[in-house]
T-cell receptor, first 115, second 109 residues
Framework: DAMVIQNPRYQVTQFGKPVTLSCSQT?????MYWYQQKSSQAPKLLFH???????NEADTPDNFQSRRPNTSFCFLDIRSPGLGDAAMYLC??????????????FGPGTRLTVT | QKEVEQNSGPLSVPEGAIASLNCTYS??????FFWYRQYSGKSPELIMF????GDKEDGRFTAQLNKASQYVSLLIRDSQPSDSATYLC?????????FGKGTMLLVSP
């Protein structure tokens, strides 16, 4: 059973052409995350939603935006992709309480190519 | 700045041996610890989590946590070539995880 679903799995876009990546979850987790991962590097957190609260990492470029219209869905918008934005984009979800963060589950990722 | 350190490897072990992967962390307040396995070109897969000091076993995997020394380790018994992957250690923050850079494990037949 798919728990964290990402679409599309592969995305090719042109330099400067906006692109949207989507993530959905069936786990009813209250926290959703977007990571960027480049080859041989650790996942880099871009931002996350804790319930409806948006939390942006300090070094996430303004070019990256996110929307979470409801508990199940979250979107990553890249307004003007550059060649350096080519990467694997990972969505993850977690259940978090006031005092504890539980396991985080990743989707299969979207491989973004910028031409 | 919370830090999670791992040896990048590669750690090479023969098939059937025990692979030992280590991770240290800087934040003494951390409470939750996770090990993810990531095959090349795939997303991270959660394989173990541990919250309390001591050992936690699941099949061929054992996670060990020592909060006093601020390290967490993962033991893989009877290593198989299919275990060849990068293993990421992650430590909790308030609502996020801090990942190490991962250790590449190579299991040779």
């Amino acid at each position: 059973d798919a728990m964290v679903i990402q679409n599309p799995r592969y995305q090719v876009t042109q330099f400067g052409k906006p692109v949207t990546l989507s993530c959905s979850q069936t786990l009813n987790h209250n926290v959703m995350y977007w990571y960027q991962q480049k080859s041989s590097q650790a996942p880099k957190l871009l931002f996350h939603y804790y319930d409806k609260d948006f939390n942006n990492e300090a070094d996430t470029p303004d070019n990256f935006q996110s929307r979470r219209p409801n508990t199940s869905f979250c979107f990553l918008d890249i307004r003007s992709p550059g060649l350096g934005d080519a990467a694997m984009y990972l969505c993850a979800t977690s259940r978090a309480g006031r005092l504890q963060l539980y396991e985080q589950y990743f989707g299969p990722g979207t491989r973004l190519t910028v031409t | 700045q919370k830090e999670v350190e791992q040896n990048s490897g590669p750690l090479s072990v023969p098939e059937g041996a025990i692979a030992s992967l280590n991770c240290t962390y800087s934040d003494r307040g951390s409470q939750s610890f996770f090990w993810y396995r990531q095959y090349s070109g795939k997303s991270p897969e959660l394989i173990m989590f541990i919250y309390s000091n001591g050992d936690k076993e699941d099949g061929r995997f054992t996670a060990q946590l020592n909060k006093a020394s601020q390290y967490v380790s993962l033991l893989i018994r009877d290593s198989q070539p299919s275990d060849s992957a990068t293993y990421l250690c992650a430590v909790n923050g308030y609502s996020t995880l801090t990942f190490g850079k991962g250790t590449m494990l190579l299991v040779s037949p």
